[in-house]
C-alpha cells in the first residue's frame, strides 16, 4: 500500500519550455502533498506544501509565480515550472501522507529528473 | 532555530552492524521517521519513533530518545544493497518534518 505514482520520470527540454510534474497517490487519499527539490549530492529541500482545495504554502526563497501548484483533488497535485532556464535543472520530488493522521509517514514518488538545455 | 545532526558519512563491512546516530532540537516534537535514499532514487520510508525505546523491523531498528532528542538506525547483517544516503526527520509542533542532510553509508565487502 502507500503508492505515490509521479510522472514523467525524466525531463529534457528547451530553456523558456513549461513542464509540468504530476504526483498521485494511488491507494489512499491525501490532503497535504509536498514538493522537494534535490540538486546532486544534496540534501531534500522542501519547495511546498500543496493542499488540496487551497493554495499552496511555499518555503522561503521558492517563487510562487514560477513553480505553479494545484492539488485539485485528493488524489492528485501538479507541479509547473513556468519558463524553465537552466538553474532549474535538478531532481524534483513529491510526497503524500495518507489524510487519515499526522502520524503517517510522508510516501515519495519516484522523482523528476529535469534537465534544460 | 531548528536543527537535525547525523554525521556526512560512514563505512561498515558487509556482514557487519552499522548505527547511524541523529540528534535534533526541534520546537515540539511530533515524531522521528528514517528513510532510505539510493543515490539518483527517491527517498523510502524506513521506520517511524513516536515513544521512547527500540522499534525492530527485520535487519534494521531505530531507537528514540525523546530526553535527549536523540535516535539511532541499527543496520545488521549489512549487504551490499544497504549502501545509499539514510535520512533522519522531525516532525515538529507544526506537523511540518524537518529534515536531516542525510548519512552517506558506503558498505564494503
Known sequence: GAVVSQHPSRVICKSGTSVKIECRSLDFQATTMFWYRQFPKQSLMLMATSNEGSKATYEQGVEKDKFLINHASLTLSTLTVTSAHPEDSSFYICSARDMTGDHQPQHFGDGTRLSIL | ?109
Open chain 2, 1 to 109: 532555530g531548528q536543527n537535525i545532526d547525523q554525521p556526512t558519512e560512514m563505512t561498515a563491512t558487509e556482514g557487519a552492524i552499522v548505527q547511524i546516530n541523529c540528534t535534533y532540537q526541534t520546537s515540539g516534537f511530533n515524531g522521528l521517521f528514517w528513510y532510505q535514499q539510493h543515490a539518483g532514487e527517491a527517498p523510502t520510508f524506513l521506520s517511524y519513533n513516536v515513544l521512547d525505546g527500540l522499534e525492530e523491523k527485520g535487519r534494521f531498528s531505530s531507537f528514540l530518545s525523546r530526553s535527549k532528542g536523540y535516535s539511532y538506525l541499527l543496520l545488521k547483517e549489512l549487504q551490499m544493497k544497504d549502501s545509499a544516503s539514510y535520512l533522519c526527520a522531525v516532525k515538529d509542533s507544526n506537523y511540518q518534518l524537518i529534515w536531516g542532510a542525510g548519512t552517506k553509508l558506503i558498505i564494503k565487502p
